[in-house]
Structure formats: structure tokens, C-alpha cells
């Protein structure tokens, strides 16, 4: 296409709502508009990436014997009620009723579709193994969407559902996937690493994350410095603790620590470490509420919490509810004397001899606390963060840390899902049993401002040519120069021939205007017919990623673009 008649519509100032180079990028150069917080356009720019980023996914799913669908995005409040999610989603599930009063939501995901879908259409063993798919708007209504694409109200996702006999069709299943996932973010041109992650609220036991690496990502991972292990920290399990250590059990004291309630405030106020503290922190689930204790200088692993919970739903209690169960105001709750709560505490605090605690008192504190002595603890349980530095479960090396983009993310569901929807299929044997399910999700959208994030520099993207809008731009200096423009349009119209994307820059701007915008926009390759191609033959071709011009006859342009962009041809 012409430049002059399309719409790319790219702005000099970067809009201040956007925080990280993606999210600016993809404004400013013309991709994608915001309607509403967490919603937005993709302009023509941004819907050819998105199409060439959904092909990719498409023949790797499809390699592996995959077959695309279509399910609706407006799902009936029946199916969620048999799985039993209608309930545990929360405000993320975007619910809305008809006009016959009867509930629906906009799908956040969709095993209860498909499950739904499979109990009628599949009967015998002779139909499975399945692998079904479909690319489709997703509905979350996020606490904090942000970072443009990244964290969306409204995104699009590829999601895919496999259903086998057994485990070990699933296992198959999941091992396809895993190759699949690879192949897109490969193809992609993104620098990413599968990590172990925790199954959370969709249920089902085996999984991992596709993270791309980036200093911008939500997602904190933790690998090994010596073996392959690699994980989402909210996963990582702590390493075996040490023997009980000695110390003689003091008597427990009461004292006055007014104004300080965080563990930093009362280490200080007191003169001792953090490690010697208890940190009390009240939580509500669907069922109880419960006091989980961790060491000061420790967070709490909210994932594990909850899995340890064996709750629906897990969140910090307010303030009120602090206030009856411990009878203070919030910032002096402890494990002495709460009122008739569960206390679930890390297998660190259970070991701690003359501890620190909240009093349960306003400006007042515990010394000499001694779990078991002073208070019982119902549960000890992995409940805390693991962090750098410390030892890998794997073997004797240390972890360390990366920020990752979650891009993809396969799970073994097992049955829960085909057990609650009641999925079943007559196996050989003659016996009904629960079709084995596992269900493999994709971020489109996500996986576009990934590649951003990775491949950008000051003046703009470096799109990887694989998933580029466009492979070249082709900028005549002068468009006064009848010369200049028809030499242009000649190369332009040569690269089209051979199926090379190319677009026109036929604008009546300066030349600094174009080379900025090119720039901006990241197409790969940029040719310039200046002066130099009607008086010496010569034309310049420029590699957007080293920034590197080569000066080549007009003849020799073609192939000299094909080589840059597809260099094994
Ligand atoms: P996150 O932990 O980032 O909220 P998730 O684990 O809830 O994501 P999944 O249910 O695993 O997401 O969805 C599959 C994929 O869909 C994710 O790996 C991600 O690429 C994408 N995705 C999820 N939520 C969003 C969102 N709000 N905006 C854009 N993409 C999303
Ligand atoms: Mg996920």
C-alpha cells in the first residue's frame, strides 16, 4: 500500500498513561487505541501483527493434529454453576443478565463450553484423543488492568482443550503442547523459558508457564544456577529446614512500642532483627477466618496459603474483621490469645524461641513468645515466599531471579472439570469413565506486546520479521522528483511481485519525517531512492535491527532484500 492512504496514525509524545515501553510504543507508532481502561482497538498496523501472530499458533496447533473452532463468548450461568466456578471466579467474571432475567457471563476462559460441548458429541473411546481449539476474546475484569496489551479487560486469547482415555493420552497430549508453545514463541522471535507454576484456581495438578524474559514483566521467576530447574517463585517450594535450634525459653513480656506496628518500625523500637519477629496477617477464605504467621523478615505466599487452605476463595481480612478477631486496631494482631481462629504458621515460626508478636493491643507487643508454649499453631505449612539466594529444592545450587512475561500457560486438569460436567465415554473394557482433559491458553495480544518489550530501542520497535506489519518500507527522498518517485514505485512494485510486503512511502513530508516514523513503526528493512539512484544507479537499503545501510545498484535490490530478511533463502 501507499503510506499516504493508510491509516497509521503516530504520535510524536508519549501518552502519559502508558508506563512501559510497549505500551508506549505500540500507541505511539499506530497500533492499537485505547476505548476504555483495559480495552482496545488494534488499528491496521497492529491487526496485521496480531493476524500473522495468530497464523503462527494456528500451524503449530494444527501440526499436532489439532482441529480450530469458533465458541461464543456469551456463556450461560448453567454450565459455571455445574462446574461449580460460578461461585469461586469472583468480580473477575463479567456476569450480566437477558432480558428474561436469566444469567450469563462473558467468557474468561472456556472449559465449561467445551466440556459441555464433548459430553454430547463424544460417546466412545473410538473418538479420543481430541485436541480442539478456537481463538477468541477473553473477558477478565482485572483488578488492575494495565501496561496496554499486556493486562487487558478484554483480550484475545488461543486457547486449546485436550481429551484422551487415560493420563497417559494426557501425558501425550501435554508433551504435543509443550512442543507446540515452543514453536510459537520461537517463530516469534521472543527470548522466553517454560517454568514451573502453581495450577491456582483453574484447577488440575501439572503445569507451566511460558515466560518471556523482561525487565517489565509482572511475573518474578527463580532458577537454579546449576541444574535446569526453573519456576514461578509463587511455586517454588522451600528447601528442608534445619534442626530445632536451643535457646532457653524466657518468660513472655508485654511492652509499649507506641507508633510501631511494621516489622521495620518495631525491630527498630525494640533492637531486634527482623527474623526474631512474628508476622501475624489475617485472612478471610469462604469458610473461616484465619491468622497465617510467617517470620518478619519473610512475605507470605498467598498461592500457597490458599492451597494449604483448601478454600474457594482466599483475601486479606478488612480491617474491621481484624479488629474483632484480635481486639485491636490493625498493625498489633498476634497469635496470643486471638479469638477462636485457626493460626496457620510456616515451619520457620513453629521453630522460634523467644519471639516477637503484636499484643493484640493498641502501640503494644510481645517478647519472649514461644510457639506450642504461648499459642498453638493448627497448621504448619510452606506458606512463604522463597527468594534469591536461596537453595535450589532440586539440588545443592542457588536460586536466582528474572522478571518474566506469562505468555502461554499448559495445565493437566485430570477430571475435574469432565467430573463436574459429567464428560464421560465407554472406554474398550465396556466401563464409563471420565474423559482426561487438559486445556493450553495463549495470550495473543499479550505475546505482541512481549515482543515489544524485547525487541525496541530509543527510536522505536525492531518487529522480528516473522511477525512484522510490513518487511519493508520504500522512502523516495523527494517526491517532487519524477525520477526518484518512479524508480521507487518501480522497486516497490517488484518486491510485491515477489511476495515481499512492502509498503510505499509516498507522503510529501522531509525525509527526517519518514526515517522517524519508520523507525518508530519497526519495519525491518527500509529502502531510499535519493538523488544518488537517478544519478549513479544506487540505491541504500537500511537493517532496522543494527541500524547498518548497504549502498547496492537498483538492480540488485531485490535480492539483496530477500537475503536481509530471509537470509537462509
Ligand atoms: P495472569 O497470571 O497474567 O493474570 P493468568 O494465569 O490468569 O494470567 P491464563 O488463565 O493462564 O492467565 O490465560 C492464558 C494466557 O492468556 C496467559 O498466559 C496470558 O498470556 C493471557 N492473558 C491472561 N490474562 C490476560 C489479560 N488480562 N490480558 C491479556 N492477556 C491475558
Ligand atoms: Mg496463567
Known amino acids: 500500500m501507499k503510506v499516504s492512504e493508510m491509516l497509521i496514525p503516530t504520535l510524536r509524545e508519549t501518552p502519559a498513561e502508558a508506563e512501559i515501553a510497549s505500551h508506549k510504543l505500540l500507541l505511539r507508532a499506530g497500533f492499537i487505541r485505547k476505548t476504555a481502561a483495559g480495552i482496545y482497538t488494534y488499528l491496521p498496523l497492529g491487526m496485521r501483527v496480531l493476524k500473522k501472530i495468530m497464523n503462527i ?11 480450530e473452532m469458533l465458541m461464543p463468548i456469551m456463556q450461560p450461568a448453567e454450565l459455571w454453576h455445574e462446574s461449580g466456578r460460578w461461585h469461586v471466579y469472583g468480580p473477575e467474571l463479567m456476569r450480566f443478565k437477558d432480558r428474561h432475567n436469566r444469567d450469563f457471563c462473558l467468557g474468561p476462559t472456556h472449559e465449561e463450553i467445551i466440556t459441555a460441548l464433548v459430553r454430547n458429541e463424544i460417546k466412545s473411546y473410538k473418538q479420543l484423543p481430541q485436541l480442539l481449539y478456537h481463538i477468541g476474546n477473553k473477558y477478565r475484569d482485572e483488578r488492575r488492568p494495565r501496561f496496554g496489551l499486556m493486562r487487558g479487560r478484554e483480550f484475545i486469547m488461543k486457547d486449546l482443550y485436550s481429551f484422551d482415555r487415560d493420563e497417559e493420552g494426557l501425558d501425550k497430549s501435554y508433551q504435543k503442547m509443550y512442543e507446540a508453545y515452543t514453536n510459537v514463541f520461537k517463530r516469534c522471535g521472543l527470548t522466553f523459558r517454560p517454568v514451573e507454576a502453581d495450577s491456582g484456581a483453574i484447577g488440575g495438578s501439572t503445569t507451566h508457564e511460558f515466560m518471556v524474559l523482561a525487565d517489565s514483566g509482572e511475573a518474578t521467576i527463580l532458577f537454579c544456577d546449576s541444574c535446569n530447574y526453573a519456576a514461578n517463585v509463587e511455586k517454588v517450594s522451600v528447601p528442608a529446614a534445619g534442626a530445632d535450634p536451643a535457646g532457653e525459653k524466657l518468660e513472655i513480656k508485654e511492652v509499649k512500642t507506641p507508633g510501631a506496628h511494621t516489622v521495620e518500625q518495631v525491630s ?6 527482623p527474623h526474631q519477629i512474628i508476622k501475624t496477617l489475617i485472612y478471610k477464605t469462604d469458610k473461616e477466618v484465619v491468622a497465617a504467621l510467617v517470620r518478619g523478615d519473610r512475605e507470605i505466599n498467598e498461592v500457597k496459603l490458599y492451597n494449604a487452605l483448601d478454600c474457594l476463595r482466599l483475601d486479606l481480612a478488612d480491617a474491621k474483621t481484624v479488629e474483632e478477631v484480635s481486639g485491636a486496631p490493625v498493625g498489633f494482631a498476634g497469635p496470643v490469645n486471638l479469638k477462636d481462629i485457626r493460626i496457620i504458621a510456616d515451619p520457620e515460626v513453629a521453630q522460634m524461641v523467644n519471639a516477637v508478636t503484636g499484643a493484640n493491643k493498641a502501640d503494644t507487643h510481645y517478647i519472649n513468645v514461644n510457639p506450642g508454649r504461648d499459642f498453638k499453631i493448627n497448621i504448619v505449612e510452606d506458606i512463604r515466599m ?35 460436567l459429567k464428560a464421560t465415554f465407554l472406554d474398550e473394557d465396556g466401563k464409563e ?14 505475546t505482541m506486546a512481549a515482543s515489544v518489550e524485547q525487541n525496541h530501542d530509543e527510536d522505536g520497535i525492531i518487529w522480528p520479521v516473522s511477525i512484522a506489519p510490513y518487511h519493508v518500507i520504500v522512502v523516495p527522498i523527494s ?11 518501480d522497486i516497490y512494485k517488484q518486491l510485491l511481485d515477489k511476495g515481499i510486503e512492502a509498503v510505499l512511502d509516498d507522503r510529501k513530508e522531509r525525509p527526517g519525517v519518514k526515517f522517524k516514523d519508520a523507525d518508530l513503526i519497526g519495519y525491518p528493512v527500509r529502502v531510499v531512492i535519493g538523488k544518488n539512484a537517478v544519478e ?5 537499503i537500511y537493517k532496522r535491527s543494527t541500524k547498518e545501510t548497504v549502498n547496492v545498484s537498483i538492480e540488485e535490490v531485490i535480492n539483496t532484500v530477500q537475503q536481509l530478511l530471509f537470509p537462509q533463502v
Open 57 to 67: 499458533i494456528r500451524e503449530e496447533m494444527d501440526r499436532q493434529g489439532a482441529q
Open 268 to 273: 527498630e523500637f525494640l533492637g531486634v532483627e
Open 386 to 420: 522463597v527468594t534469591a539466594g536461596e537453595k535450589c529444592p532440586n539440588c545443592e545450587g542457588r536460586l536466582k531471579e528474572a522478571k518474566g512475561i506469562e505468555v502461554g500457560q499448559i495445565f493437566k486438569l485430570g477430571t475435574k472439570y469432565s467430573k463436574a
Open 433 to 446: 469413565k471420565p474423559i482426561v482433559m487438559g486445556c493450553y491458553g495463549i495470550g495473543v495480544g499479550r
Open 479 to 489: 517526491t517532487k522528483d519524477e525520477q526518484q518517485v518512479r524508480i521507487a514505485e
Open 536 to 540: 549513479n544507479n544506487t540505491v541504500e
